[in-house]
């Protein structure tokens, strides 16, 4: 069976809402329009939906001028949305995001107001109007490697053979839902847990190295529709998908894409042909060497 790509999203607010594309450009730190925008607290550190469930919750629609921010109005959240434009990067606060300390572009006291008041907690939207400031985790990746806000990789691939075949180990309880696991790329026709073997994968006209597993945390127990919390998968992955103390679905991507400039950026599209181009034989589960010891 062919494998394709089936799903594609992006997620304009780290640990926001994402939106399902057709298509999109494969940028060096990750699909077009990912994760350039996060919400901090007063620190300038990065609030996630770990600890901040409300936050997905949030929906960010990407507009010729930046964003409109949507959510649903109940629990005393505001109903109307918030427009955001793009703001001047002339001006930069520091930020921190992970092990990462960079600077990044503050918007308004008006965005600031309408984000405290569907969190509940003192917060402001910044933009990362550069990306080629934010280095990848370098144990896992090349010095040249860039990434937006994402956790610490471009992309992140899964397939729902393993997720099909993670749902019939979860007993007793409905189907989970892939928008759990916040994938940029879902694979069909994949053996499950195939991808844990990829090193190098082809997806339309896009190549990409594939370089260290996902390691899954709380976040995956909130019901990405409700933000309520469970047990699952993590309590299933725990049994079934536990290596090295951590539980593992997906794998982090990074295109193999050297022009900042976009000038000659791939594109890949839902219904695109998937290949392996590198793979090691099965059997060591999750790819979770580092290539670099510091």
């Keep these: 069976m062919a494998m394709t790509l089936s799903a594609l999203r992006r997620y304009p607010i ?60 109940d629990h005393g959240r505001p109903s109307a949305p918030m427009d955001v434009v793009v703001p001047d990067p002339a001006v930069q606060v520091p930020v921190r995001v992970g092990a990462s300390f960079i600077t990044a572009v503050p918007t308004g ?29 370098q144990r896992y990746s090349e010095a040249d490697d860039r990434v937006s806000f994402a956790d ?13 075949d993670l749902n019939e180990a979860v007993a007793g309880a409905a189907p989970l839902a892939m928008t759990r696991f916040r994938p940029n790329v879902v694979i069909s026709g994949a053996e499950a ?65 050297t022009d900042p400039s976009g000038a000659d950026a791939p594109r890949i599209a839902v219904g695109d042909e998937v290949e392996v181009l590198e793979s090691v034989p099965p059997g060591e589960g999750p790819l979770r060497t580092p290539i670099h010891v510091h």
């Excluded at 907690?121 to 990848?136: C, F, I, K, S």
């Excluded at 610490?152 to 099909?164: I, N, Q, R, Y």
């Design 193 to 257: 847990w195939a991808e844990d073997d990829w090193r190098r994968i082809r997806i339309g006209e896009a190549t990409f190295r594939a370089v260290k597993a996902c390691e899954r945390c709380v976040m995956t127990t909130v019901d990405p529709e409700t933000a309520e919390r469970g047990r699952e998968p993590l309590a299933t992955l725990a049994r079934t998908r536990r290596w090295d103390g951590k539980t593992w679905f997906g794998v982090n991507l990074i295109p193999d894409v």
């Design 14 to 73: 780290k640990s926001c809402r994402g939106e399902a594309l057709d298509d999109a450009v494969v940028e060096p730190w990750g699909l077009a329009g990912d994760r350039r925008w996060m919400i901090v607290d007063d620190t300038g550190t990065a609030l996630t939906a770990r600890t901040v469930n409300a936050m997905l919750l949030l929906r960010p629609e990407v507009t010729e001028t930046g964003l409109r921010l949507h959510t649903p109005g």
């Design 152 to 164: 610490g990789f471009p992309l992140l691939l899964t397939s729902e053979g393993s997720l099909a």
């Design 109 to 137: 006291p008006e965005v600031a107001s309408w984000i405290c008041q569907v969190l509940g907690t003192n917060a402001r939207l910044v933009w990362l109007d550069d990306p080629q400031r934010r280095p990848t985790d």
